[in-house]
């Protein structure tokens, strides 16, 4: 799998930035996707992952840093999955990955080994 991250930048407090992350190589609506990031000095983290295309649809998870302003979604004919990201904070800043095809639980997601973008970095100034 090939990942693809994009849309990241320099953006004030309180702005908003949409990531993307296109996917090549793999059946994209079989897999589950996070995005995580890691910033300055800090572990990665889980951001928000959404599950595989089910009979009933996706589901979607957040950190307790991202809801109610990050939202994720998927749209399985470009093989893409956006990350929007509203009223950001300077603690946002990090660089933001994308992960395929790890396991979701509907609690939590967990990142397969080998696939990884690589990574677009935001930047929210105070």
């Known amino acids: 799998v090939q990942l693809q991250a994009s849309g990241g930048g320099l953006v004030q407090t309180g702005g908003s930035l949409r990531l993307s992350c296109a996917a090549s190589g793999s059946t994209f609506s079989d897999t589950a996707i996070g995005w995580f990031r890691r910033a300055p000095g800090k572990q990665r983290e889980l951001v928000a992952a959404i599950s595989s295309v089910g009979s009933s649809g996706t589901s979607t998870l957040y950190a307790d840093s991202a809801k109610g302003r990050f939202t994720i979604s998927r749209d399985n004919a470009k093989n893409t999955v956006y990350l929007q990201m509203n009223s950001l904070k300077p603690e946002d800043t990090a660089v933001y990955y994308c992960?395929?095809?790890?396991?979701?639980?509907?609690?939590?997601?967990?990142?397969?080994?080998?696939?990884w973008g690589q990574g677009t970095l935001v930047t929210v100034s105070s």
């Open positions: 992960n395929v095809g790890g396991l979701y639980t509907g609690h939590d997601y967990y990142a397969s080994f080998n696939s």
